[in-house]
């Protein structure tokens, strides 16, 4: 099975910050660095091989906090619902968001407004259509992307607090990774809200030009 880098990266990143920051807490608050895992005369081989070992770890554990925000974000949230409040606003034409009344799922308008952009995309030459998907697949992994990452900061932040308060230690480095991670978590979620409004936005406007007879296709000028 082959694995895309770019998934590998995704799904590491959120992973590593959680080791960075957990580990090296723990590692700061030892009376002796000897007692820790990476002491003793380990060769170079040996010390590749387990920074090697917490790559991998920081993947299982970047992909669970990937799945982690989608069930926060998505499930227990009920994000789409909130989704559809701002494209109801958005979008001048509702039609594209009725659905059947026997349709009982609280994410069904969300479900046919994501067919619906679908749609519009296939009807478009395929210059266009690709420039568009180019650019709602950065906005939306984008936004996973930095989803992820704030679980993967919170995490941090839990697990610095927890070392700290059980070996009753709170010394310059946990005090610092206390407040960066209050900053990088602020930082992360407001660039999360900003690319989320940008992508309702996107899609909407997009929605809006295509249903207003904006967008034309070439093969009817080609064809005289």
């Known amino acids: 099975m082959n694995i ?3 998934y590998l ?23 002796n660095i000897k007692n820790s895992v990476f002491a003793g005369s380990f060769t170079v081989a040996q010390l590749l091989g387990i920074l090697v070992s917490l790559g991998f770890v920081g993947v299982v554990f ?3 906090m990937h799945q982690i925000y989608f069930s926060l974000n998505w499930i227990f ?20 968001f009725e659905v059947s009344n026997h349709e009982t799922s609280p994410h069904a308008k969300y479900y046919k407004m994501e067919f619906n952009w679908q749609k519009q995309l296939l009807l478009l030459d395929e210059k266009k259509r690709t420039y568009i998907a ?3 697949a950065y906005l939306l992994s984008t936004i996973h992307g930095l989803g992820a990452l704030l679980v993967s900061l919170v995490s941090s932040f839990i697990a610095v607090l927890v070392i700290a308060w059980s070996h009753h230690i709170l010394n310059g480095l946990m ?4 407040l960066f991670l209050l900053y990088l978590g602020f930082s992360v979620y ?3 809200k900003y690319y989320s409004e940008n992508l309702n936005h996107f899609q909407a406007n997009f929605l809006n030009s295509f249903l207003a007879g904006e967008f034309k296709t070439d093969s009817n000028t080609s064809t005289e």
């Open 9 to 31: 990266i995704r799904w590491g990143i959120p992973g590593w910050v959680f080791i960075l920051f957990g580990y090296t807490s723990y590692l700061s608050i030892e009376n």
């Open 77 to 96: 949230t009920n994000q789409s619902t909130k989704i559809m409040g701002k494209m109801n606003v958005l979008v001048h034409n509702q039609e594209i």
């Open 4 to 6: 895309d880098t770019k």
């Open 134 to 136: 180019e650019r709602y």
């Open 175 to 178: 005090l610092f990774y206390i």
């Open 62 to 64: 970047g992909y669970l």
């Open 190 to 192: 407001k660039g999360f």
